[in-house]
């Protein structure tokens, strides 16, 4: 049995999260055991994500892996690189990796260990963005896990690298920047090494799974209190429904709203009437603290178009997301525009 390959190679690196730290260090960080005809990796400390260079082509089927970690393996001349990283940290004892059939110890020719501390930090004012979100259609998945782990080990200047995979360094990491219902994932990105490795493989781990927070179908919940030329005086109370499916925020489908309402006719006399209001040809803008739809609806009696516009603060309640209405006095609510007029005030949830 050949001896086992010292590894002496510690970098530490000072980065900007308030005295944390990204760290990329061999010495002592993994231990390797044999079992029966195959070699057990085990982890010595914690770790974000793992790389190693065995100086042999081993057979894909060979690796055997935790299910909850991503695995990255490539045939490279006649050695292979295998990466491992998962959503959360690599816990020190951990078995990470078996490789079926092989035995000698030095045909390990490179470890590197890869560890981040994080912490929340505020945003440098750009907006949130699921990175790891390659194919642009709002959640992190295998769509994108293919082209990146294509493109994972290649650094400037060589075919397979692609900025958009560059997401992070030791230097200046991604960050977790925004809080809320986004303080669990990567949403900033930090300032790219020219290289595709461990820091990138940290962010996109720890997002695979998620979904952009602000997609999905939203529910609507509130009133209708004003005086209409058409309906006399109109209370209502009501619900509505609206689908965002694109990262660009584009509406698959118009708002619908139902409501009850009472008003006073021509004669003075009180109605009661269930109504439907649709709001189509909807735009939608979010930022980190407020939402704002655009659109157009058609008066129910009459067909007369009108613009409309609903406006509210963002608030995070757990997994919620809420778009709440402040009322006139701070500008937000349920306008009609053409003419200018208040209709009612809204609380919206997906």
């Known amino acids: 049995m050949k001896t086992f390959r010292s590894f002496v190679f510690v970098l530490l690196m000072a980065i900007l999260l308030s ?43 060979a690796l055997l892996v935790p299910d909850d970690y991503l695995k990255i393996v490539k045939h490279i001349d006649e050695s292979t690189l295998i990466a491992l990283a998962r959503g959360s940290t690599m816990n020190q004892g951990e078995e990470i990796l078996r490789i079926e059939g092989l035995t000698e110890k030095n045909l390990i020719t490179s470890i590197k260990i890869w560890n981040i501390c994080d912490t929340y930090h505020e945003s440098n004012g750009t907006e949130p963005e699921l990175l790891g979100d390659f194919t642009g259609d709002g959640q992190v998945e295998g769509f994108d896990f293919i082209p990146f782990a294509q493109s994972y080990g290649n650094a400037v ?3 397979g690298y692609d900025s958009i995979y560059d997401m992070s360094s030791l230097e200046n990491p991604a960050g977790k920047a925004f809080s809320g219902i986004w303080a669990k994932i990567y949403s900033q990105e930090g300032v790219p090494d020219g290289k ?31 005086e209409s030329g058409t309906y006399g005086s109109v209370k209502a109370d009501g619900n509505g429904t609206l689908t965002i499916g694109q990262q660009s925020w584009e509406m698959s489908g118009p708002v619908e709203i139902t409501a009850s309402s009472t008003y ?32 157009t609806m058609a ?10 516009l609903m406006k509210g603060k963002l608030r995070v309640e757990g997994n919620e997301i809420y778009a709440e209405s402040n009322g006139a006095g701070d500008g937000y609510g349920t306008f009609l525009l053409n003419p200018t007029r208040k209709i009612g005030e809204w609380t919206a949830h997906k």
């Open 299 to 308: 008066n129910p009696v009459n067909g007369a178009k009108y613009d409309i």
């Open 196 to 226: 595709i490795d461990g820091p990138d493989f940290i962010v996109f781990a720890n997002n695979y799974g998620f979904a952009n927070p602000y997609l999905g179908k939203w529910t609507f919940t509130g009133f209708i209190d004003y």
């Open 19 to 61: 005295g944390c730290y990204i760290k990329l260090y061999e010495e002592n960080g993994l231990e390797t055991r044999l079992d029966g005809n195959d070699m057990v990796f085990i982890l010595k400390s914690e770790a974000g994500a793992i790389e190693l260079l065995i100086d042999e082509t081993i057979d894909f089927s």
């Open 157 to 159: 200047g060589s075919p």
């Open 264 to 295: 006073t006719d021509e004669h003075g006399n009180v109605k009661s009437e269930e109504f439907s209001i649709e709001i189509d040809s909807v735009d939608i803008e979010f930022t980190s603290t407020e939402m704002t739809i655009a659109g």
